[in-house]
Structure formats: structure tokens, C-alpha cells
């Protein structure tokens, strides 16, 4: 006779502890070392500071809560859910990337606070609704935020790195010539559309394989 297992099956996925502690362990290198005055004069190291923690901090906090077993009420209504989580992530990453409101919080403690701590609220909230169940529906609604996200990450980075002309105020850039500071845009871009976009793609491919399997 089988030994029944002595752990609830929502923890025989792993332990949150790590996934958590990695997350603010990141958060803090990122937050309380030089990247904040950085960003505030370069847009490439405003772009490593953005993906740091909507990209890299954000789905390790995501997992971890996933993982504790706090994404519960994000299994009903899956679909929904997952849509939601896409668009809120698209509508804080196109506004704080739109000249007025980027351009306000390199200027305001405050808004750049609220900046950083939205990235973080989009980055943890689609990770955890995309993983937050198992059902071949759950992983179906997931690979759709995935896919919604990296497509307007691609578009928003390609945009940045295409575009032939500076979209922010000079101050905002490394360099002294308009050329230096156009080349600063389309690293910032390249950073968007290579290295924002490969993780969602990546998690994306993991939930079609889960779809398939199921």
C-alpha cells in the first residue's frame, strides 16, 4: 500500500521561501544602489532599472506567492483574470514610458517611487495569475497574458529603438550630442524588445507545453 504524501498537494510544487527571498534580495540591490541616480540621466539605465524589477524581481515574487499558495482567488475566472493582468501591465509600462510621466518621475521622489512600485505590482501580478492555477484552462489563460505581454513589450521596444527622434527631454540621456543621446533611446529600446520580451516568451512556451500536455 502506497504511504499517503505528507505535504497538502498545494505545497508539492516547491517551497516559496526561495523564490521570495531572491525576489527582495534583487529589489533591494536594484533600489538602494547607484541604478536610481543612474536612471535618472540615462535611458538604457533606466531601461536595466525597469526590467530589473518588473522583469527579474517582479515573476520571482509572483512565483513565490504562487508557490505559498496566495494566488487562489486568481484561479476563477481565468480568462478574465489573465487579460486583466496583461492590460493593467501594458498600461503601466506605456504610461510611465510616455515623455510627460517619465520625464515627471526622474524629477519627483514621490512619482518615481510610485513608478518603481507599480512596475513591481505588474510584473508580480501576471506572473502569479499566469501560474496561478493547473488546469488545462489555467495554463490556456496564462500563455495568453504571456503572449499579450510580450507582443506590447516587442512593439514598445521596437518603437524606442526605431524611432529617429529623442521622445524625452535631452537631460534624460547620456551624452552631449543628439546623436549620442538618440544611441542611449535605442540601447534603452533593444533592452525592451530583447531582454523585457524573452522571459514572457519563455514563460509563454512553458504554459503552451502545459496546455499541450494536459
Known amino acids: 500500500m502506497a504511504k499517503p504524501h505528507p505535504y497538502p498537494r498545494r505545497f508539492s ?28 540621466t540615462s535611458f538604457t539605465w533606466h531601461m536595466v532599472l525597469h526590467l530589473g524589477v518588473a ?7 509572483g512565483i513565490g506567492l504562487v508557490k505559498a499558495g496566495l494566488a487562489r ?17 501594458m498600461l503601466v ?12 518621475a526622474s524629477l519627483s521622489d ?4 510610485a513608478q518603481q512600485l507599480s512596475f513591481l505590482a505588474a510584473g508580480t501580478l501576471i506572473w502569479l495569475v499566469a501560474f496561478a492555477g493547473r488546469s ?4 490556456g489563460a496564462g500563455a495568453l497574458a504571456m503572449l499579450m505581454t510580450f507582443m506590447h513589450m516587442t512593439l514598445l521596444g521596437a518603437l524606442l529603438t526605431l524611432g529617429p527622434e529623442l521622445l524625452y527631454e535631452p537631460f534624460l540621456y547620456t ?11 535605442r540601447y534603452g529600446g533593444i533592452l525592451m524588445a530583447v ?11 512553458v504554459l503552451a507545453g502545459r496546455l499541450i500536455r494536459e
Open 93 to 104: 509600462v506605456w504610461s510611465w514610458h510616455a515623455p510627460m510621466l517619465h520625464k515627471a
Open 13 to 40: 510544487y516547491g517551497s516559496p521561501l526561495p523564490w521570495i527571498t531572491v525576489s527582495c534580495f534583487l529589489l533591494l540591490i536594484l533600489w538602494l544602489g547607484p541604478l536610481p541616480a543612474m536612471s535618472a
Open 175 to 185: 551624452g552631449q550630442t543628439i546623436a549620442e543621446r538618440l544611441e542611449d533611446q
Open 55 to 61: 522583469v527579474l524581481a517582479g515573476p520571482l515574487m
Open 73 to 89: 482567488w486568481a484561479t476563477s475566472n481565468m480568462v478574465a483574470w489573465a487579460i486583466g493582468a496583461s492590460l493593467f501591465e
Open 136 to 139: 488545462k484552462l489555467a495554463a
Open 195 to 205: 531582454g523585457g520580451s524573452a522571459l514572457y516568451l519563455v514563460g509563454g512556451l
Open 110 to 113: 514621490s512619482l518615481f517611487v
